[in-house]
């Protein structure tokens, strides 16, 4: 694995540049990089051999963690190892430590970028399927200078793909803030912290009165990519986190998916994955929804 | 070609590089700094050339020479002040944290970073933050016996000094 030969190599301090120079290239031939934990596999395989590498990391737009009133902007380039340290993740978006902190390895942690993970979406990943569940709403950035805002879920189209223009870039990601709302992410794979053979994202927000208003479910680890469940969080709303209702839900969900037998697990160990992990992370973000740890 | 100026050590480096060169090979062959290892051909998946940049844990494998460029870069040969070994060092010679040593530099690069962030950290928390570094000898046992001899736990429990 040795990367093909590059001509140029950038590093450019505004986003306006960045863009500028994606220009100067037809599609495909030069790329960003960012915390490159994925797209340095890609191109030391040379699946990727791009011409103009243009590097992310002084560009200081694309870096921080704001959380103000409104709710919470990560900037594309924030890593894993930022959000893991973040003292003030509300419980609304708290899935996003649970994820960040058991991507890869510490090594790993201390590279990855959360845009990057998103934009590289790849379908055995944690942010992607993390990101989808909170609703994020991505923020993108075109070379003739528009900007637009995109849902999540418009934004992730399949594995390896997602809506962002060859001419764009993500500059950051938002999420609104959220009242007696929690989330909480698990995954499971073959080792400790290894890709998710499946993972599953559970928002929640709740009444007055502790009944479920609003309910997001997202999978990651099947062959179709980050995916939501659409017909599990139909289930999930009205009821008060009930462990009857949470296997319900997760045991529709189960059986309405698509899981993929692999050399990793067989579709029907996928599934019990879903309904096991699923009772778990649904109950963990009704806690967190409700106040407690 | 691409001419960076890259700190190692304390000393700095000023070579001109292919943009396709990896930072390990940036570090091994055009500094003479052998100590760092590759192991994986360049895989991203044995920690065996990890390295410190601006402090920090990364595999250098994972990035472009280029990417370090007006950086600080930390190897194994920068961890001892002359003969005398860090604590992390020494714990890893008392517990026979190493046998062919192949993925020794790796290990230590990654786990002296991982006592300033976390000095006193738990067999677990010592195990999780290994993750990233194989070792094909030893089995970890001894290695995390290392790291907790190093740790500030060893020196307010008196678990095991070495």
Not at chain 1, 227 to 245: D, H, K
Request: with cysteine; proline share 3%.
């Amino acid at each position: 694995m040795y990367p093909a030969v590059i001509e140029e190599y950038v590093r450019p301090t505004t986003v306006e540049d960045a863009v500028d120079v994606l220009g100067r290239y037809p599609g495909g031939e030069a790329i960003f990089l960012a915390g490159g934990q994925s797209v340095m596999q890609a191109i030391k395989s040379r699946m990727m051999r791009p011409r103009c590498v243009i590097d992310l990391q002084d560009i200081s737009s694309l870096k921080g963690i704001a959380v103000n009133a409104d709710g919470i902007r990560l900037g594309a380039m924030v890593r894993y190892v930022d959000i893991v340290r973040c003292a003030e993740l509300p419980p609304a978006y708290a899935a996003l430590r649970d994820a960040a902190q058991h991507v890869g390895d510490r090594q790993v942690r201390n590279r990855g970028t959360i845009g990057g993970s998103c934009c590289w979406n790849y379908l055995a990943s944690c942010l992607p399927a993390t990101v989808l569940a909170l609703g994020g709403t991505m923020m993108l950035l075109r070379q003739d200078g528009h900007r637009r805002e995109m849902a999540v879920d418009d934004f992730l189209i399949g594995p390896l793909e997602t809506a962002r223009g060859d001419d764009e870039i993500l500059t950051a990601i938002h999420f609104k803030a959220a009242t007696r709302t929690g989330s909480a992410y698990q995954k499971w794979g073959l080792l400790k912290d290894a890709l998710p053979v499946v993972g599953v994202c559970v928002k929640v927000s709740l009444d007055g009165d502790g009944r479920c208003i609003a309910a997001r479910i997202s999978l990651s680890g099947l062959a179709a990519g980050a995916q939501r469940a659409p017909g599990g969080e139909i289930v999930l709303v009205g009821s008060a986190g009930e462990t009857g209702i949470i296997e319900k839900a997760f045991a529709m969900i189960a059986e309405q998916v698509d899981a993929q037998s692999d050399q990793w697990a067989n579709s029907a160990y996928r599934q019990q994955l879903i309904r096991t992990l699923g009772r778990e992370v649904a109950t963990r973000a009704f806690g967190r929804a409700r106040g407690e740890s | 070609m691409k001419t960076i100026q890259v700190t190692i050590n304390g000393e700095l480096y000023q070579e001109t590089v292919p943009i396709r060169m990896l930072l390990v090979d940036f570090i091994r062959e055009r500094c003479g700094l052998t100590g760092t290892h590759v192991a994986c051909t360049y895989e991203g998946v044995c920690g065996a050339c990890t390295v410190q940049l601006d402090g920090e844990a990364i595999k250098s494998c994972m990035l472009l020479a280029v990417q370090a460029d007006g950086h600080r870069i930390t190897t194994v040969e920068g961890l001892a002040n002359g003969s005398d070994l860090t604590p992390l060092q020494t714990a890893f010679k008392a517990h026979h944290g190493l046998q062919c040593g192949f993925c020794t530099p790796g290990i230590l690069m990654n786990m002296t970073e991982f006592l300033e962030k976390n000095p006193e950290p738990t067999d677990d928390e010592i195990r999780y933050g290994l993750i990233g570094n194989l070792c094909r000898c030893t089995g970890y046992v001894h290695i995390v016996d290392a790291v907790r001899a190093a740790s500030k736990v060893a020196k307010q429990g008196g678990q095991d000094g070495g």
